[in-house]
Structures are given as structure tokens and as C-alpha cells.
């Protein structure tokens, strides 16, 4: 019997925030090795071991096989001293030295995501930050790295036990996906309607909320501030996605205003001057 061996491998290029992690996670299954994988400042980390041939097939499939959002500009691989590990890990991420990794792009939503956005059935049905491993906001919510839900936006949310049970099920497509979330412990978005002043007219805000806001503004006037995490989420760009996605299957909302607060069209506004 072949005695097993260990590599530490490390991948550069866009690696983080592209569900690298879980797809390595996978190919360890796959192959039959034991180790741990991480995100660090640089990329990702990887320490695998077991039989040599099994090594050499799992460092040529994330060659030849990475995850459809990576770009893999590097595969650097050294042989390091057995230890024995048991069983395949995701470690939790390490930076210390200076932070060089990048991070993927914001995604389109993927097909999956937009089924269940579309049906009524489904826990997501028109929620407008509804992601996965394979789509979503990456780049423009991140705050650091190494990328992870804690160097995001998405840190002040808590994953409700349902959001939880997703992210740390190998067999679930929101396997370690940072922004997981739903409409019970994510963002969520309000269309309020508040008087305009003076102009006997209305006009439509839209509202960004954390799950433990309730009700609309207050007062008649522009909604209120943001609370820092939906500021940093809307500030970032991660709003004008979601309520495109969420026109794709909830009928057109038309604004009607009141004659009152219609504006007067140039040949009124001319002859009025006359």
C-alpha cells in the first residue's frame, strides 16, 4: 500500500467570493483526501494529504475544473509533512501579512435563484436579495478581506436557523455563500408613500429596512436615514439589482398622481404668462 503524502497548495487569482472554497471542499470528498482549505490575505490556502494519485488528480481539477466565477492565475503546490488528519475541513479564514487577493464581481442571479424567486411556494418569493454560491452581490458589498460575511455588509444580519442549516450543508448550493440570507433575518426593502408638502401631491420613497424596523416614516418629508448596515448596503449598489429582480415576476406598480400635483405643460405654463 502506498504511503500517503501531503501537499499545501495555494491558489492565486479571483478565488474568493466565487464558492472556491466549497467547490474544493467537494473535490477532497471526491478524491478521498483529508486536510482543511481557507481564504488568506493572498488567495486561498490548502493543505490536503492522502494517496499520491489521489493528490495529483485533486491539484489537476482545480486546474483544469474551477468554479465558473474564478479566475485561476496561479497553482503553486509544495510537499509538507503528514499529520494524520481524519476528515476535510473548512478553515476558518487567516491575513497576516499585506491583503493582495481579489474579489469577484457582483453576479447576475443564477437560474435557480430566479425559480425560486418566482414561486409562491418558496421561503425566498420575491425577496430581492435572494443569492446563492453562484450569484449575488460580492464586490460591492465587501469591507475587507479575506472575504467572509464578517468583512461584508451583510456582518450586522445573523443568519436566522434556517439561513444557518444552508450555509453549513455541503449538499446545499448556499454552502458557505456569505450573503445568505432571507426575508426572516436579512435586508428588506419598503415602498412607502408620504405626503409632499405644500404640493397637495404624493411621492414614493424606497425604504430600506434592517428585519427589526417596523412601520413607515413618521413624518410626511423624505423617509428616514439609513441605519449603517442598509447604508452601506444601498450606498454600495447592492438595491438597484434586487428591485429589477423582484419586476421580473410581481406585476408593474403605476404611479398616479394627483391634478393637483401634475405639472403644467408648456403651452398652459405660456399662456399663463401671457
Known amino acids: 500500500m502506498t504511503a500517503p503524502a501531503r501537499s499545501r497548495i495555494r491558489v492565486a487569482g479571483i478565488v474568493q467570493g466565487v464558492g472556491f472554497r466549497p467547490f474544493v471542499h467537494a473535490l477532497a470528498a471526491e478524491f478521498g483526501l483529508a486536510g482543511f482549505v481557507g481564504n488568506d490575505e493572498s488567495g486561498v490556502l490548502i493543505e490536503v494529504e492522502g494517496p499520491p494519485a489521489a493528490l495529483t488528480g485533486f491539484v489537476a481539477a482545480i486546474r483544469e475544473r474551477p468554479p465558473s ?7 503553486d503546490v509544495a510537499p509538507v509533512a503528514v499529520v494524520g488528519d481524519a476528515s476535510f475541513t473548512i478553515a476558518p479564514s487567516s491575513a497576516r501579512g499585506p491583503r493582495s487577493t481579489l474579489i469577484s464581481p457582483d453576479t447576475a442571479t443564477c437560474a435557480d435563484c430566479l425559480r425560486e424567486l418566482c414561486d409562491p411556494a418558496d421561503r425566498r418569493f420575491r425577496y430581492p436579495f435572494i443569492n446563492c454560491t453562484n450569484c449575488g452581490p460580492r464586490f460591492t458589498i465587501v469591507t475587507g478581506v479575506p472575504y467572509d460575511r464578517a468583512s461584508t455588509t451583510m456582518a450586522p444580519f445573523p443568519m436566522c436557523a434556517e439561513c444557518a442549516r444552508e450555509y453549513a450543508d455541503p449538499a446545499d448550493r448556499r454552502f458557505h455563500a456569505q450573503p445568505v440570507c432571507c426575508p426572516a433575518c436579512g435586508p428588506s426593502l419598503r415602498f412607502a408613500w408620504t405626503a409632499r408638502g405644500g404640493q397637495g401631491g404624493q411621492e414614493s420613497h424606497l425604504h430600506a429596512t434592517t428585519p427589526h424596523e417596523s412601520g413607515f416614516p413618521a413624518t410626511p418629508g423624505p ?22 429582480l423582484t419586476s421580473i415576476c410581481a406585476p408593474r406598480i403605476t404611479e398616479r398622481r394627483s391634478p393637483s400635483s401634475r405639472r403644467p405643460s408648456r403651452s398652459s405654463a405660456a399662456r399663463s404668462s401671457r
Open 69 to 75: 466565477l474564478a479566475v485561476v492565475t496561479g497553482v
Open 223 to 244: 423617509a428616514r436615514a439609513h441605519t449603517d448596515p442598509i447604508a452601506a448596503i444601498t450606498r454600495r449598489g447592492w438595491c438597484a439589482a434586487p428591485v429589477a
